[in-house]
């Protein structure tokens, strides 16, 4: 189960991370910026922007821990799968 530690030691990062929140019913939140996310003890508030206006949001959605799956990174790290090498006879 995630925990609160697992949420600040994400928005502690230095330089900061930004990284998706994916929820048990399959809905994900991206956290773009720590001040988007508020952890409390037993949820974490996550600021929906608002894509037409700057340090705006839309809406606090409120997630349990419990509902958490996992965090996932929104650098463009991910691990792709290597392309096949063709094979010359």
């Given at each position: 189960?995630?925990?609160?530690?697992?949420?600040?030691?994400?928005?502690?990062?230095?330089?900061?991370?930004?990284?998706?929140?994916?929820?048990?019913?399959?809905?994900?939140?991206?956290?773009?910026?720590?001040?988007?996310?508020?952890?409390?003890?037993?949820?974490?508030?996550?600021?929906?922007p608002d894509p037409r206006l700057r340090r705006t949001v839309v809406r606090m959605d409120q997630c349990a821990y419990v509902h958490?799956?996992?965090?996932?990174?929104?650098?463009?790290?991910?691990?792709?799968?290597?392309?096949?090498?063709?094979?010359?006879?």
């Amino acid at each position: 189960m995630i925990r609160r530690e697992d949420v600040l030691e994400n928005l502690d990062k230095r330089p900061f991370e930004p990284f998706r929140i994916c929820m048990t019913d399959g809905r994900s939140y991206d956290v773009t910026h720590p001040d988007l996310c508020m952890p409390s003890r037993h949820t974490v508030y996550v600021g929906v922007p608002d894509p037409r206006l700057r340090r705006t949001v839309v809406r606090m959605d409120q997630c349990a821990y419990v509902h958490i799956v996992r965090f996932e990174p929104l650098n463009g790290n991910r691990q792709r799968p290597s392309p096949k090498k063709r094979r010359r006879d």
